[in-house]
């Protein structure tokens, strides 16, 4: 028997059909070990020595693998192909290797790009050895990462209460977004005026032109600073004779872009779709495990995580055949388009993202994919398609037409147009632009050098320069390639983490730092600078390239920089959090302390007229507050800068009206969490709220989906049985199904609002088949009087509170998810109060004695 592991049981699920009932393929569920969160899990002075640890859960799946590898004579791992699949599988290795389950058995690694049959048996076929290079390389990253992390992140919440954490990259990731506010905020914008003109020729055919240049000298943006500048050369051109100087036409080529990276590809579904990086990983995920199709589970893309652009020889015949047959000769480039990767790094470049089977069209499969895989889908395989199609071809023509004004200086007014001779690859795929679109195709009349032009109207129009824009997450991710921060498999943990921690948030799919996020990035640039530099952060990451590529030891550069690192930390300890709060309030002055609109220091406070603002900080995090306490009690918030006490209470993300009552739906952030709200407090006594589920990111939640979650739970149909009501919800822990106080749990958020009747019965059948074991519903908290948790499970009979040994059957009207702390307190001193069986009551009293003395000690 062969015992095959993967990372994933859709994938395990997809090969096993594959390879057969010689093979057993078992799933990781991904790392099956990690760093334990605390101290001295990698240890420097013991050569960067690591303990690894394993969950419950991970040390269940690593022993189904052993007890399978008890009948078989071949390990073999096909975990992903890339660092973190490498690492992977190396984990699996070293943990059977100590238990002693490979003595005389076959350990084979082998990888496949795609999950299809013949690219799978291809692999099999064509084994090798761990890559020690790769896991050197995964080890350094990791060590590193826990290194900043457990030296760093104490010292934050030392010198800056409220901070959460700072990691390696996700802090550099967080001065470029806080950087950006800080440019918008001082920005000082410029008027400037255009002089534009609608003209004609002398066939009536209208076009339109822009002065460009003043007795042969070319005008500047700001060349044109105010009205009275604008209105002169009207005048000076009221009368003047318009002839055209200058023609010329060329003809231009625009090649097609190559196929997709991670990180392009994070970007165009960003710009096109409006997807996540997260949800686009997610989806792209799916696509490359399997799709049903027809009854057999196919691989629709190659692997996902990539920065190489290249692709197989058969994969660029296979396009251009495609091309051939559905567009035509003409489309068909002379020779195939080849790509080179920029990755200094080859051994983690490998193929790009593009579908397994290029003749495999979106209209062939969108009945078996959801919408958002079909979407993804149909973006790789035009992308895909047009990078081996022919150059799109256009004519580019610009027209010179001057005049000489009452002033006797020569203005010169251009015009410019494009036509498409020939669309080539735009006929398929046209690539987005994250801030607008600079493209021009108009077409311009005909016109010769000596014709005169006539003048319809020319006008003067008022700009004014404006700020950078906030980073979308598709030019945040542009932006990190281009200074190698990062790489493929790292963008969207990025900024997962830096929502996770509230150091960011997504208003209109733009990045907008929080005060919280600013404060950390001010006190990374103040007092850790080296390490939040953008050339320092890419050297590193080139460092960590070349351990891949077997040509720098991992503990080497673990060295260098744990030397510098801790003696950076070091120095800093005894630092006076009245010097940190001094160095953010110069850093941080435009944002803390704006200029006021009467004139007055923007720092002096507002209520006791003599002190002077500063930051402080809390318990709960860093505010502002007057140099004059405790006489003076003022304070405010970050961000409120107006010199009002107080904060602005938060109104909400307004999502838009709900059609049927009117009432604004909005998207809220809680105390536990965020969530979507249906009317307004004020106005309506209990609005109406709805959780949003784990998995779900707050920043992609629209009026739909909101209308969605609000309406929840959800009716499925009657049980064909029981002729009761299965209704489909979420709870705290997750999606679930209901049927007469039996709870069976869903698959993802999504399946709440498509479950049917037939999956929603076979969940509840499976759920009862393996004999009803309890399952927690909610956790409450500790016994405030005896201690010990509180917990609402499922059991066989339906939901009950759970206290030590007292179980209490809720009220058939209670709803489990809704039950609060105090009705368990009741309902648990009543069942103790009849008795409730009498062994186990005594066995509690026994056992809970010393651990009431054992707490009242401890208190």
């Known amino acids: 028997m062969n015992v095959v592991v993967v990372e994933s049981p859709a994938k395990a699920k997809t090969i096993n059909k594959y390879l057969g009932k010689d093979y057993q393929v078992l799933?990781?569920?991904?790392?099956i070990r990690d760093l334990p969160p605390k101290d001295g899990s990698v240890r420097p002075d013991e050569e960067f020595a690591m303990s690894w640890e394993m969950d419950s859960k991970s040390s269940k799946r690593l022993k189904d693998i052993a007890d399978a590898l008890k009948d078989g004579d071949r390990l073999i791992l096909a975990t992903d192909p890339d660092r973190e699949g490498e690492a992977i599988s190396w984990h699996v290795l070293e943990i059977l290797k100590k238990k002693g389950l490979l003595r005389d058995r076959q350990v084979d690694r082998v990888v496949f790009n795609a999950i299809t049959k013949s690219a799978v048996l291809e692999a099999m076929a064509h084994p090798r050895q761990i890559d020690n290079a790769l896991v050197d390389a995964y080890l350094a990253r990791r060590a590193l990462d826990y290194l900043v992390g457990f030296t760093l992140s104490p010292v934050l919440w030392r010198k800056l209460p409220g901070a959460r954490s700072a990691g390696r990259v996700q802090s550099v990731a967080l001065r470029l977004i806080s950087q950006r506010e800080l440019e918008i905020e001082s920005f000082i914008k410029d008027e400037y005026w255009t002089i534009e003109a609608a003209m004609r020729t002398g066939d009536a055919a209208a076009f339109d032109s822009a002065l460009s240049a003043i007795a042969g000298t070319k005008l500047g943006k700001l060349d044109i600073g105010n009205e009275q500048q604008a209105r002169?050369?009207?005048t000076a051109l009221k009368d003047a004779r318009f002839v055209v100087d200058h023609v010329e036409s060329k003809p231009v080529k625009r090649n097609p872009y190559a196929p997709f990276t991670t990180s392009t590809l994070q970007q165009e579904a960003s710009r096109k779709l409006g997807f996540s990086s997260q949800k686009t990983m997610q989806t792209a995920q799916r696509l490359y495990e399997g799709i049903d199709i027809g009854g057999e589970t196919v691989g629709l893309i190659t692997y996902m995580r990539t920065d190489g652009v290249q692709m197989a020889n058969e994969a660029i015949a296979a396009a251009r055949n495609v091309i051939q047959q559905n567009y035509g000769e003409p489309y068909v480039p002379g020779s195939p388009r080849i790509y080179r990767t920029k990755a200094k790094n080859a051994q983690e470049a490998h193929e790009a993202i593009r579908p397994t089977e290029l003749s495999r069209k979106i209209g062939d499969i969108r009945q078996y994919l959801q919408d958002d895989q079909a979407k993804l889908y149909d973006l790789i395989w035009k992308?895909?398609?047009?990078?081996?199609?022919e150059s799109a071809e256009m004519q580019r023509t610009s027209v010179d037409i001057t005049a000489t004004g009452i002033d006797g200086k020569v203005y010169s007014f251009r015009a410019t147009g494009s036509v498409m001779k020939f669309d080539g690859f735009l006929k398929v795929y046209q690539e987005g632009r994250d801030d607008g679109d600079d493209e021009n195709g108009k077409r311009l009349p005909a016109m010769s050098k000596g014709d005169v032009v006539g003048l319809h109207e020319l006008k003067s129009v008022q700009h004014f320069t404006e700020p950078p824009p906030r980073y979308s997450e598709a030019s945040l991710i542009k932006k990190m390639e281009e200074l190698g921060i990062g790489r493929p498999s790292t963008y969207t943990a990025i900024l997962t983490v830096l929502r996770e921690r509230g150091y960011v948030r997504m208003d209109q799919r733009r990045l907008i730092p929080e005060d919280k996020g600013r404060l950390v990035t001010a006190f990374l640039e103040a007092f850790f600078h080296k390490y939040v530099e953008y050339d320092f952060t890419a050297n590193l990451e080139q460092r960590l390239d070349g351990i891949s590529a077997g040509e720098i030891d991992w503990k080497t550069v673990l060295r260098d920089f744990w030397d510098d690192f801790s003696a950076s930390v070091d120095e800093i300890?005894?630092?006076?959090?009245?010097?940190v709060l001094d160095a953010l309030n110069e850093l941080l002055g435009p944002h803390i302390f704006p200029e006021r609109e009467d004139g007055s220091p923007p720092r002096k406070c507002t209520s006791c007229e003599d002190g002077e603002l500063s930051l402080k900080v809390g318990k709960f995090g860093a505010f502002v507050g007057c140099s004059n306490y405790p006489d003076c009690r003022f304070?405010?918030?970050?961000?409120n800068g107006n010199g009002q006490e107080g904060a602005t209470p938060a109104e909400g993300v307004l999502l838009g009206e709900d059609p049927e009552t009117g009432l604004p739906v909005t998207r809220q952030m809680g105390r536990f969490g965020p969530y979507v709200q249906l009317g307004k407090p004020e106005e309506d006594e209990k609005p109406r709220r709805s959780s949003i589920p784990k998995g779900m990111l707050p920043d992609t939640v629209d009026l739909a989906m909101a209308l969605k979650l609000l309406s929840l739970p959800r009716e499925v149909g009657m049980h064909p049985e029981t002729g009761k009501?299965?209704?489909?919800?979420?709870?705290?822990y997750g999606p679930f199904v209901l049927h007469d106080g039996n709870y069976a749990n869903l698959s993802n958020a999504e399946e709440v609002f498509t479950v049917g009747i037939n999956r929603a019965v076979d969940l509840l059948a499976a759920k009862k088949q393996r004999g009803g074991a309890a399952s927690v519903i909610k956790e409450l908290g500790d016994h405030p009087d005896e201690g010990g948790k509180i917990q609402v499970l499922n059991g066989r009979y339906g939901p009950y509170v759970k206290h030590a040994k007292i179980n209490?059957?809720?009220?058939?009207?209670?709803?489990?998810?809704?039950?609060?702390?105090e009705q368990a307190l009741e309902l648990i001193a009543a069942k103790?109060?009849?008795g409730g069986k009498k062994k186990p009551a005594k066995k509690k009293a026994a056992k809970k004695k010393p651990a009431k003395k054992k707490a009242a000690k401890a208190d």
């Open 27 to 31: 799933a990781s569920y991904g790392h």
């Open 232 to 234: 002169e050369i009207e």
């Open 383 to 389: 992308r895909t398609i047009a990078s081996q199609m």
């Open 573 to 579: 300890k005894d630092l006076r959090v009245t010097h």
């Open 635 to 639: 304070t405010r918030q970050l961000g």
């Open 725 to 732: 009501l299965i209704t489909a919800g979420l709870g705290r």
């Open 808 to 821: 209490a059957t809720l009220p058939r009207d209670a709803k489990p998810e809704d039950v609060t702390l």
């Open 832 to 834: 103790a109060a009849k």
